[in-house]
Each structure stands twice: as structure tokens, then as C-alpha cells.
């Protein structure tokens, strides 16, 4: 009985010494496998478009003519148009965003600001599909009936302005953007301003500075790295969005100067003929697209990281 | 004195100004809301929900098949993404040295940042050309795999607000770092984590993209997860971009559907941690 106590004690400590490796490699395990997948995710889309890469090289960013019919593959109308629709989206979003962020962050009381905020986390969740039917069916015939006709008895002069009007195109896919990008810069914004100290407010109110002086020129420039890591996240998302912007953009694989103009975007442009694709090389060009815009989201996302992370660590306390 | 009262002016304008910036931008929310309700609200019926879709030009019929055919997906992308999301936050919370811990969570952030139609065309790669169709489990697979950093990255920040006395109580009383992790630090994260988990699915409930080239569509309904299923979104993207005013009719009540799923496990989770939040 005696000889036994020391064995059990032993055992029990080897169980305990397995079960804590076990926990330890399995969870590891699996956070392996995720980093496995996004390494994976760029490899696929590296070798599914290699037949692509090496017939068109750099040039397809440039090539202006996609006729698949013909066996012409050039992504620049693809690639203008979600330039120019994360472009209008971010003139939109980043005003009226860092505005609302502002006034939750420091004006709105608590109990306001926490429903409001609400609000705005909830605007996020609304699910792109869902943006694209209310373009479709309200946003396109205001722009078609009121908006665009408006702007070009105004600015009708200028080839941003000119030209026939569809209500689908790139001001509309701008605008849908906008609304889908902005809880993202309104939510990120009003978290770094809330990590600015205390006493930069007071001191500067202490000086004489009015609430809004004190914003401008103390509390925005103090967090002004995180607001733009909030942008730049926000940009990642306009960059890569498809489904709304598929539904207002009006699919036109062609560069127009009028922001009137139905046009296509690069997310579209996969959604919407991956699966009517029919021969190798224009899926090949398709993944392609798709390669260049997880580069190009990657890169934006990663720095938007750790600009995030830098004004978080600089903030610390409130 | 006039410059005095031009700072005062400039104040109250620009203070203004980000008070209505802040009512446009939950406004929006309220249109979307409105309109959806609305519309969505006058055709919804019980066919919508039991019956099939009708071919083409005649009126009637409903999206049973995409309602379930979502439900499907999602329990798919749950069975692989949240053991997978929730393993990797245990690891980065409780056993990985910071700074693996750091690379890691930065991999999750670009994994969540990938737009999810490039998901789809790796999905593609993956599984739809080697089985050489369309399938539910593909497309299930595709909305796992934009699940796991979601769950991965809240359900850490969720595990990381337990205080670390609970732990150092629990070695301190002989217990493993197994022991501790499993049965001290999870269960007391996990409401939360189950909300972040909710959260998470009620995200790719409404995700489209992923699934127009792997789980495709389907008219019928779709037994088992091996041939292609509808899903409620990818209904409202191909009702809402055709054009016979009765598709556009279901379209809307299909909207007001996933929003209203959507919005309540956001709602309920923002509940729970609200509750959590006042309590502790």
C-alpha cells in the first residue's frame, strides 16, 4: 500500500504533464492550420493564374479591351473602376464618418453615444447583398431622376459631369460604398479618440481653447495615425466589396471619364462571369484579378493594422 | 471682441456639424430598415417560406429551398470555423509567447481582411474543381473559412478579460495549466464567446459573394450537401437583378428575412454583453 503512493503520485503527474502538452499543441495546431490557410489562399491564386501571368504580364493592368470572345484580356477598366468607387466612397464616407466619430466620441452623453454607436455597429452588419437591392431599387432611379440631372445643369461642363445618364454607374456605386464603409471609419474613430489622455483636452480647454479648437487642433492630430488606420481599413473594404457594387455599377468593361457612366469593378467583374468563364485562360485571367485584389487588400489591411495597433499602444489610458 | 465671437460662432457650427453627421450616419440604417419593411413587409406570405420557386413568368411560389439551404450552409461553416476560430483564440490567450501571439493575431486581421469573393475563387480551386461540381458543402466550407478569424480575434479579446488572479488562483491551488485553461478560464469566457460565435454567423448569413461559384443555386430543393443549394442570398441577388416585378416582390420579402435574422443575433448579442458588462 505504502510502495503505491509515490507511483500514483507519479502517474498523476505525468497525466497532468500530458494533458497540459496536449492543450497546448492542439490549440497551437489549430493556429497553425489558420495560418496555414492564408498562405494556401495566396498559393492557389498563384499557381491557378500562372498561365495568365506569363501570356499578358504586367501589361494586363493596362490592356484596356476585355473581350473574352475574342481572347483579349486587359483589367484596367476593372481595375479604373475600383479605383474610382473606393475614391468617391472614401470623399463621402471620411467627413461625414470622422464628424459622427467626433460627436460620439466627445460631444454625444454617455447614454447617447452608446446608442448611437449601437446604430452604427448594426449599420456594419447589414449584409452587402442587402445594400445592393436598396441601390438598386431606390438609390439608382433618385440618382437617374434627380441627383445626376441636377449635377449636370450645374456642372454639366466639366467630362466628370457630361455625357448620357443611366443611374447605374460609378457615382452610384460611389455613394452605396460610402454607406457600407462608413460604420467602419465612424467605429474606429470614435475607439481612437477615446484613447486620447484626459489631460490633452484639459489643457488645452485650460488655455482658452473652445471644445471644437480643442478637437481640431489637440485631439484629432493626437489620434490622427489611428483615424487614418480606420480609413485605410475602410478603404480595404470598398476595395474589395462586390456584391452591392455589382448590382449599381452597370457592368460595362469599358474606362469612362463621366462618373454617369455604367462601368465595371474588379470584384464585379469575378462575380459576375466567373462561372460563365469557359475556357481555361479567361479563368486564368479571372484568378488573376482576383490575385491582384488580395495583393492590394493585403497590403492596404496590413498597414492599416498597425497604424491601429500603434495609436493603441500610445494611448493607454483615458 | 468680433474675433472672440468668431471662435464662438466657428464652435458652435463645426459641433453642429458632427452632431448631424452622426444622425446621417445612423440614419441610414433606419432607411435601409424602412424600406425593407415596407416593401419586404406586403409580400412576405406563408408560401414564402414552405414553397419552391416557380419557373419563370409565372406569379407565386416561395424560397423554402433557399431558406433551408442557408440554414445548411451555415451549420457547415459553423462545424468548421468555430472549433478552428475558438482553438486559435485559446492558444493566443492562454499558451503562445507574446510575440507568436502578435504574428498570429496579425494573420487573423489580413485573413479577415481578404475580400470574400477571393475566398470563393479558393474555394473553387480547392473543392469545386476537384469534385468537379457545385456543392452545399463547398460553399459552407467558404463561409467557414471567413468565420474563423471573426470568432478567432473576438473570442480572444472576450478570453483576455478574464483576470488573471482567477488563473493564478486556480494554479495556485495545484491545478494544471490545462486544467486552468479548460476549466477556470473557458467557462467563465463563455457566454461571450458563444455571443461572439453568434455574431460571426449572423455575419456570413449574409454573405453572397463566396457562394455564386461554389455553392451555386438551385431551383429544388437540395438533398443532403453534396449537390448545389440556394441560399437567401445569392435569391436576393439573382431576383433583385432580373427583371420581372415579381421576382423583385420576393426579392424584398427574402430581404426583409436575412435582415431580420441578422439584426436580432446582433441585437441579442449586444444584449448579452451589455448585461455582462453592467454586471462585472
Redesign the interface.
Given at each position: 500500500m505504502d510502495a503505491a503512493v509515490p507511483i500514483l503520485r507519479r502517474r498523476r503527474a505525468l497525466q497532468a504533464r500530458v494533458g497540459d502538452l496536449l492543450g497546448h499543441w492542439v490549440t497551437a495546431m489549430c493556429a497553425a492550420v489558420v495560418v496555414a490557410i492564408t498562405v494556401l489562399i495566396a498559393y492557389e491564386l498563384w499557381s491557378s493564374s500562372a498561365m495568365a501571368r506569363r501570356l499578358f504580364g504586367f501589361a494586363f493592368l493596362f490592356e484596356q479591351h476585355w473581350d473574352p470572345v475574342a481572347g483579349r484580356f486587359g483589367a484596367a477598366p476593372f481595375v479604373y473602376g475600383t479605383l474610382v468607387t473606393s475614391a468617391l466612397a472614401l470623399l463621402f464616407a471620411v467627413p461625414l464618418g470622422l464628424g459622427a466619430a467626433i460627436f460620439l466620441a466627445e460631444l454625444a452623453p454617455p447614454r447617447l453615444s452608446r446608442s448611437l454607436g449601437l446604430g452604427v455597429e448594426l449599420l456594419a452588419g447589414v449584409p452587402s447583398v442587402i445594400y445592393g437591392l436598396v441601390g438598386l431599387a431606390v438609390l439608382v432611379p433618385i440618382m437617374r431622376e434627380w441627383v445626376e440631372p441636377g449635377l449636370q445643369a450645374i456642372a454639366g461642363f466639366l467630362p466628370l459631369f457630361s455625357g448620357p445618364i443611366y443611374g447605374v454607374g460609378y457615382l452610384t456605386a460611389g455613394l452605396v460604398l460610402a454607406a457600407m464603409v462608413l460604420p467602419f471609419i465612424v467605429s474606429v474613430g470614435r475607439e481612437v479618440l477615446l484613447a486620447v489622455p484626459r489631460d490633452q483636452r484639459e489643457a488645452a480647454l485650460a488655455l482658452g481653447a473652445t471644445r471644437w479648437e480643442t478637437i481640431a487642433h489637440v485631439v484629432v492630430p493626437y489620434a490622427r495615425v489611428g483615424l487614418l488606420g480606420g480609413i485605410m481599413l475602410a478603404l480595404g473594404r470598398a476595395l474589395g466589396e462586390t456584391m452591392a457594387v455589382t448590382m449599381v455599377i452597370g457592368s460595362r468593361p469599358e474606362i469612362a471619364l463621366s462618373l454617369f457612366a455604367p462601368g465595371h469593378s474588379m470584384a464585379a467583374v469575378i462575380a459576375n462571369e466567373f462561372t460563365e468563364a469557359a475556357d481555361e485562360l479567361y479563368l486564368q485571367a479571372l484568378v488573376e484579378i482576383g490575385l491582384v485584389l488580395f495583393g492590394v487588400t493585403m497590403a492596404v489591411n496590413g498597414l492599416a493594422r498597425l497604424m491601429i495597433a500603434r495609436i493603441r499602444r500610445a494611448g493607454g489610458g483615458r | 471682441m468680433t474675433r472672440n465671437r468668431r471662435?464662438?460662432v466657428?464652435?458652435t457650427v463645426?459641433?453642429g456639424?458632427?452632431?448631424?453627421?452622426?444622425l446621417?450616419?445612423?440614419s441610414?440604417?433606419f432607411?435601409?430598415l424602412a424600406?425593407?419593411i415596407v416593401?419586404g413587409g406586403a409580400s412576405i406570405n406563408v408560401a414564402f417560406f414552405t414553397q419552391l420557386p416557380r419557373p419563370v413568368g409565372e406569379v407565386g411560389g416561395g424560397m423554402g429551398n433557399a431558406i433551408v439551404g442557408s440554414a445548411k450552409l451555415i451549420a457547415i461553416a459553423a462545424c468548421l470555423g468555430l472549433?478552428?476560430g475558438f482553438?486559435?483564440a485559446?492558444?493566443?490567450s492562454?499558451?503562445?509567447p507574446p510575440r507568436v501571439a502578435s504574428a498570429?493575431r496579425?494573420?487573423?486581421?489580413?485573413?479577415?481582411?481578404?475580400?470574400?469573393?477571393?475566398?470563393?475563387?479558393?474555394v473553387?480551386?480547392?473543392l469545386v474543381i476537384p469534385m468537379r461540381h457545385f456543392s452545399t458543402v463547398a460553399g459552407g466550407v467558404a463561409l467557414g473559412?471567413i468565420i474563423?478569424?471573426v470568432v478567432?480575434r473576438s473570442a480572444e479579446e472576450f478570453l483576455r478579460t478574464i483576470p488573471s488572479s482567477w488563473r493564478e488562483a486556480s494554479l495556485a491551488l495545484g491545478a494544471?495549466?490545462?486544467?486552468t485553461?479548460?476549466r477556470v478560464v473557458v467557462p467563465a469566457a463563455l457566454p461571450a464567446m458563444v455571443t461572439a460565435a453568434m455574431?460571426a454567423l449572423?455575419?456570413v448569413?449574409?454573405?453572397?459573394?463566396p457562394l455564386?461559384?461554389t455553392a451555386?443555386n438551385n431551383r429544388f430543393w437540395s438533398p443532403g450537401i453534396n449537390q448545389p443549394t440556394a441560399s437567401l442570398?445569392v435569391m436576393?441577388?439573382t431576383y433583385?437583378?432580373s427583371p420581372y416585378p415579381d421576382w423583385?416582390r420576393q426579392?424584398?420579402a427574402a430581404?426583409l428575412v436575412?435582415?431580420a435574422l441578422?439584426?436580432a443575433a446582433?441585437?441579442a448579442a449586444?444584449l448579452v454583453l451589455w448585461k455582462r458588462m453592467g454586471a462585472g
Open positions: - | 471662435r464662438r466657428t464652435n463645426m459641433l456639424l458632427t452632431a448631424c453627421a452622426a446621417a450616419a445612423t441610414i440604417l432607411l435601409i424600406y425593407l416593401k472549433p478552428l482553438a486559435t485559446v492558444y493566443l492562454e499558451f503562445a498570429i496579425y494573420v487573423l486581421d489580413l485573413l479577415n481582411g481578404v475580400p470574400s469573393i477571393v475566398i470563393g475563387i479558393f473553387y480551386a480547392l473559412l474563423i478569424p478567432g494544471t495549466r490545462a486544467t485553461v479548460f455574431l449572423a455575419r448569413a449574409g454573405e453572397t459573394a455564386l461559384f451555386l442570398p436576393i441577388f433583385a437583378i423583385h426579392a424584398w430581404g436575412l435582415l441578422v439584426l446582433n441585437v449586444g
